[in-house]
């Protein structure tokens, strides 16, 4: 009968089992601390049982304001939109912007033909300013101001513009250049 093989004879090494937990490799910080956890519940478990810690919920604040939430609320990015409407309302600017905004829909209001003869210059104090490319467009938009207004009104809201005031092309000056007399009435003192 064969003799039985010696385990190392097999080509298999088994390793011995340290005989003593403390021979083992340890990291001996994390030992310690074990060690220190274990003892911290053992006196807490002599002191009676462990009462859960309830805590409660805060809301953190930097500065003494309070961070954004779950629920949206001005804190929060806002709209582009949203934001300049809150600043024109806060600063009286609405009546502004929207009269800006019909001088650049001015063709739509009035109409194509009237458009291109007459444009709008400024608006101050209810009254707009229109400027007429000639004589005749001026005569004609002066028939026209009381249904302008009413128009205007619709589009920008009641009592916004009370009053069209219309002028005519700008005329040249005979005013001015180096041969003008001092009270002279201009080119008509040619004719006599």
């Not at 109409?111 to 004589?135: D, F, I, K, Q, W």
Request: hydrophobic share 30%; charged share 30%.
């Amino acid at each position: 009968m064969p003799e039985p093989r010696d385990s190392s004879e097999s080509g298999f090494e088994s390793e011995a089992a340290p005989e003593r937990p403390d021979e083992a490799d340890h990291d001996k910080q994390g030992l310690d601390l074990a060690k220190s956890l274990a003892g911290r519940l053992k006196q807490q478990a002599a002191s009676g049982p462990i009462k859960p810690v309830k805590r409660t919920r805060r809301r953190p604040r930097i500065d003494g304001a309070q961070i954004s939430s779950a629920r949206p609320d001005d804190r929060d990015p806002q709209k582009l939109t949203n934001t300049l409407g809150r600043l024109m309302r806060d600063q009286g600017w609405e009546v502004d912007v929207a009269v800006h905004g019909v001088m650049a829909r001015w063709p739509t209001i009035v109409g194509p033909e009237m458009a291109e003869h007459c444009t709008p210059e400024s608006y101050e104090n209810t009254v707009l300013t229109v400027r007429t490319s000639s004589t005749a467009w001026a005569t004609q938009l002066k028939l026209l101001a009381p249904d302008l207004v009413r128009r205007l009104n619709t589009e920008l809201g009641d009592g916004t513009v009370t009053q069209v005031n219309v002028q005519g092309p700008h005329t040249p000056s005979w005013r001015k250049g180096p041969r003008t007399i001092r009270g002279g009435r201009g080119p008509r003192d040619t004719y006599g």
